[in-house]
């Protein structure tokens, strides 16, 4: 059918045919249509049998029903109507198209709509629906992750101080279905340790995470390939799942997880307001309750809740979670020194020989310390919380402890020698005071080099003083540098007790012992 024009135009039409005999020409130059409208609305004239004046005295409602009898009445279609909701959830699984759902529509209705109208249907549900989307996101496929705006105060029940705990929140790009906990911060060991308990929350795992770019996750943002940081990465790999971080300032990116932060802070944070928790775990219980709560929220689109269509349709796309746990550990880069041992925390942890003045990436979890070369494990050992310490795995060693290594106890004397006496003396009883030699080269080295901060003369004062002290570490000799205490005399204890007959001394105690 054509596009109707205005009711006024055909009367208009009416009249000229009716009362004046007009050609089709003539009406389509009057009233400035084209002359196949007029051919179609003289014929349905024709039929209708309506006269001039007669026609002219009929409202527009009455003349639209004599012309379009169709239109009149709003009659039930002989056409069966498919249930779009259904479609909408069966196009979210993975490898189902719109011409797939309308083949099945079709055999199990002969008579029903063509694809085209079929589709054109769906378009318009669509936009009419409360759940139109500019994405349309695959069952199971993408879980979108924020943090919220707004925080939860934590009373801290010895101080009685205030203290904001982070709320992490994630979303099923398909389902909607919200996970929320908080947490002490923002930094990187929450950031991550809530994504492992998200995941336990849905009890599977999504192709892809969608997250924003922060600094605990990212290390470098870019729009085509943003570099995640090693933790992060690590995470990944070990659950097997792609990250791929939204656009900067792209918040349509992340649609999904702002309206679940939006619902999180309507249904879950706004409650709680005034609301006094004395531990975060107690916290914790009361979200987990309204998070459950919003889980089981009819909504009005589907008429479904988030549970219910991610049961029907996230759950069972989804990968099973490993039998293990991801645990969080960091990352840092360290230079191994000329002792074959590189830092972590403060304590010095050994590796191969060989590697001496390489660079390492140095993994630090919660019971150990691995070293890494070119993503190759060099070195292993347990966690120490000592600081300042040193842990040597023997195999480590040169045979002789200078077969391979350019730096010697003899090298680090020389050195000192240039210095002075007591440089080279305070040197020689730092490598002396440790388990291996070699242990003490780094802080030797440290020491040396002062000398092109303070001069010869300053540092041979200080190590001599140091020395004295018994106090044999670098920074013992660069604190009495800094308070230039190397030239103060030591003053003789003017308040020592005199030798008197009321001082009974050690033998007297010995003797009463003894009775």
Not at 21 to 42: D, F, N
Not at 90 to 110: A, F, M, N, Q
Not at 190 to 197: F, G
Not at 402 to 409: C, I, K, L, S, Y
Request: aromatic share 8%; charged share 25%.
């Amino acid at each position: 059918a054509r596009k109707p024009i205005a009711m006024k135009k055909i009367r208009e039409v009416i009249r000229l045919r009716l009362s004046h005999g007009s050609s089709v020409r003539q009406i389509a130059a009057a009233c400035g249509i084209g002359r196949g409208t007029v051919s179609e609305y003289l014929a349905r004239i024709e039929s209708s049998g309506l006269t001039w004046p007669s026609a002219g005295d009929l409202t527009e409602a009455q003349l639209a029903a004599r012309l379009f009898p169709a239109a009149g009445a709003q009659a039930t279609p002989s056409i069966p109507m498919p249930d779009w909701s259904n479609v909408r959830r069966e196009l979210s699984r993975k490898g189902v198209t719109l011409k797939l759902v309308w083949e099945e529509y079709r055999r199990e209705h002969p008579g029903g709509y063509c694809y085209s109208r079929y589709a054109r249907h769906y378009r318009k549900w669509r936009q009419e629906s409360s759940l139109s989307m500019r994405q349309v996101h695959k069952a199971g496929e993408k879980l979108f992750v924020d943090w919220a705006g707004q925080t939860v105060g934590i009373v801290d029940a010895k101080t009685g101080e205030v203290w904001q705990a982070q709320v992490f929140v994630a979303a099923q790009g398909s389902s909607q279905h919200t996970f929320a906990k908080a947490y002490e911060t923002q930094q990187q060991r929450c950031w991550l340790n809530a994504h492992v308990e998200a995941f336990e929350f849905y009890g599977g795992l999504n192709q892809i995470v969608v997250p924003d770019n922060p600094k605990t996750g990212v290390d470098r943002a870019c729009r085509y390939e943003p570099v995640l940081n090693q933790s992060y990465a690590e995470l990944a790999r070990f659950y097997d799942i792609a990250v791929l971080p939204a656009r900067a300032r792209k918040p349509k990116d992340k649609a999904k997880v702002e309206n679940a932060v939006q619902q999180v802070e309507r249904w879950v944070l706004a409650p709680l307001r005034d609301r006094r928790f004395f531990s975060l775990s107690e916290a914790n219980q009361a979200i987990a309750l309204l998070v459950e709560e919003l889980g089981d929220k009819v909504m009005k689109g589907p008429g479904l809740s988030r549970r219910q269509l991610f049961e029907a349709e996230d759950k069972p796309a989804m990968r099973p979670l490993p039998e293990g746990r991801w645990h969080y550990a960091e990352w840092k880069r360290a230079k191994v020194g000329p002792d074959y041992h590189v830092e972590a925390e403060g304590h010095f942890y050994s590796v191969p020989f060989t590697s001496v003045g390489s660079q390492l990436d140095v993994r630090i979890s919660l019971g150990t310390v691995e070293m890494y070369a070119d993503g190759e494990r060099i070195a292993s050992h347990r966690r120490s919380l000592s600081r300042r310490g040193f842990t040597t795995d023997p195999s480590h060693m040169p045979e002789g402890h200078r077969a391979h290594a350019d730096w010697t106890p003899e090298r680090i004397v020389r050195w000192a020698q240039t210095v002075g006496p007591s440089t080279a003396a305070f040197c020689q009883a730092l490598m002396n005071s440790r388990a291996h030699p070699e242990q003490g080269f780094r802080p030797c080295i440290g020491t040396l080099r002062l000398e092109a901060k303070f001069g010869k003369e300053r540092l041979e004062a200080a190590c001599g003083k140091a020395a004295s002290l018994g106090s044999l570490s670098c920074q013992s000799v660069k604190s009495i540098l800094d308070k230039k205490l190397e030239a103060v005399q030591e003053t003789p204890n003017l308040f020592a007790l005199p030798s008197h007959e009321n001082v009974r001394g050690k033998e007297y105690y010995t003797a009463q012992e003894a009775k």
